[in-house]
């Protein structure tokens, strides 16, 4: 298994202190006064607030970590294909995608004219080093485990390349649409990036503060905002009050049990979009007392998953059934729904050789929003089924560290909106990045390799609910609900949408908002 950390990544640090001053607050304008009818204004600066960011932090395109780091290399780069609003498949930098019969070979062409910030074409060669560091042996990026199967990379043309795989991929497209495999250039620093997004860096405090100025050679055109500033900070309670006070334009990833509060205030708006993302439990299948089904089955069936979503996020949000990738077609709706049944919580533990019930310990940290709520809630919902749970609450950058996460027997993560087979290649693969549950079976990840060849989507669909059965029997995850992402904004602030992606601030798509004025 390989132990990618997600602070690796980024490296361990200690978090650094949320932004100490601003400049040039909008003056708070009356509601009602606000012109918010089209065409779009073009100009002003959009100051968003968000919580988590550390010294770890980077701008480097291909190893986000934090909601903030997210922020940034969703608008300083541009992916071949993204995620649309509606969950569809967009083609960006690239024109079309054309496989070869048995999908072991792809054809790219990009659209014509595209360019980086500093006003260089974007190349087939550009798009080949790009992926090349992606998947560098020596030093993997976070999506290095879904293309590690490209064999060879070719330049046809100008604006052509193809991608030769050592095994067919009818979903190699669901890969390259992630967030961290935006485009580089062939020379590309880190230390002074150089992208294709709608934005490019001005300056980079990281923990503190990110300067993005709009790109004048976005392949779309210039956004309407001039500059866009991500400001850190230690807290909620301090996010919310820069937003109350004018300080910031936008918070994302608002505590769910203030939607109400803000949706009160005239001032404010709220957009809240249901998503993917998941917040689960982890179970290592390899540590005692998990590594028996029986008691991770008792552990799931200990749960209310209703009244985890009701408490955790205040009804903002999906009951949960073990079973990511909530938006995959191949979704199993038909699964039965897991409902708290405590006397077969009871029977299963005995079962295992645990008549007395289980002591366990649940390393929690403020990892995503709601996350130590849900570990405060479950540990009282499983007290009468027998299940003790000791809450051991550490820091994030501890959560972190070293891959400390990877290795905790009973512990939490949060993973944003995905395809089932995309999903598996980030958690439940021998290969995979994110394995906390330490779930490897070598006959599971060959079939999920064959599954990603079948190109018939109905064939392709078939085998995908027989893997999803299994992880749903067998797998180390209680994942519980899927939460709304919310996100907030004062009311000057237009073009905000849902987007099913679950990443704050609305997948952080700031070219499509603009600045109002009274």
Known sequence: MVELSRRQLLGAAAVAGSATAFAACSPTMPAENIDTSGPPRKGGTLRVGLVGGSTADTVDAHIPASTSDAARVINLYEPLVRRGYEYELENRLAESFEPNEDASEWTIRLREGVKFSDGRP???????????????????KNGAGSIAHIEAMNVVDDRTLTISLSRPDATLTEALAEYQMGIVPEDYDPENPIGAGPFKLVNFSAGRETIMERNEHYFLGPANLDRVEVVDFYQEDAMLNALLSSQVDGIGALNHALVRVIEADPRMHVVSSESGMWLPFTMRVDHEPFDDERVRQAMRLACARPGLVDQVFSGEGQVGNDMFALYDPAYPHEFPQREQNIEEAKKLLADAGYPDGIDVTLATSEIASGAVRAAQVFTEQVRDAGIRVKIDQVDSTTFWADGNYLSYPFSQTFYYTRNFLEQV??????????????????EFTARVEAARGIVDDRERTKEIKELQREFYDRGGYIIWGFPNQVDAYHNYVVGARPHTSGVALSQALFYDMWIAEA
């Open 425 to 442: 290649n980030r958690c439940a693969t021998e290969e995979a990045p994110f394995n906390e549950t330490h779930w490897v079976d070598d």
């Open 122 to 140: 974007v190349r087939p060669e550009d798009v080949i080093a790009t992926y090349e560091r992606v998947a560098d042996p020596d030093d993997p």
